[in-house]
C-alpha cells in the first residue's frame, strides 16, 4: 500500500512494487485503492481482482493489510510453504578442546632469528 492524501486525511493505492524499494516509492503496477474515512463501506476499497490474481500466481506477497482485503473481496490468498529441515546424516564429533601453544625455547628463537638475518645478508 502507498500512503496518499493530505494530513489527517490518508488515503491508500494498493500497488505492485519492489521489496527494495520503500513504502512510498517507486511502484511496478497500481492495483487499486483503499480509502478509510470514506463513509460509505462499498465505496471505501476498489480492487482490480484479475491483475491481483495474476501477481499473486507469480509470486508477489502481499502485506497482511492487503492479504484480508484480497480476501474480502473473494480472492484466495496462498499461504508461503514452510521449509522443511534437513536432518543430519551422522552423529556429531566428540568435543576436542584445541591444543594450547606452547612458546619455543628463547635459545631456539634466538637460533632462527640469527639464521634468518643472516640469509638475508647473503
Known amino acids: ?33 483503499y480509502l478509510p474515512l470514506m463513509p460509505r463501506a462499498q465505496d471505501q476499497v476498489k480492487l482490480n481482482t484479475e491483475r491481483i490474481q495474476y ?8 502485506s497482511q493489510t492487503v492479504a484480508e482485503m484480497v480476501e474480502k473481496a473473494g480472492l484466495v490468498v496462498p499461504e508461503p510453504k514452510q521449509r522443511e529441515r534437513k536432518k543430519s546424516k551422522g552423529k ?10 606452547q612458546r619455543k625455547p628463547r635459545a631456539e628463537r634466538r637460533a632462527a632469528k640469527a639464521a634468518r638475518a643472516a640469509t638475508k645478508k647473503k
Open 1 to 33: 500500500m502507498k500512503r496518499f492524501g493530505r494530513l489527517n486525511h490518508p488515503t491508500y493505492r494498493v500497488v505492485a512494487t519492489d521489496p527494495r524499494f520503500p513504502r512510498d516509492g517507486r511502484i511496478i503496477e497500481a492495483l487499486g485503492y
Open 92 to 101: 556429531p564429533k566428540a568435543f576436542v578442546p584445541p591444543k594450547k601453544k
Open 55 to 62: 501477481w499473486l500466481s507469480v509470486g508477489a506477497k502481499p
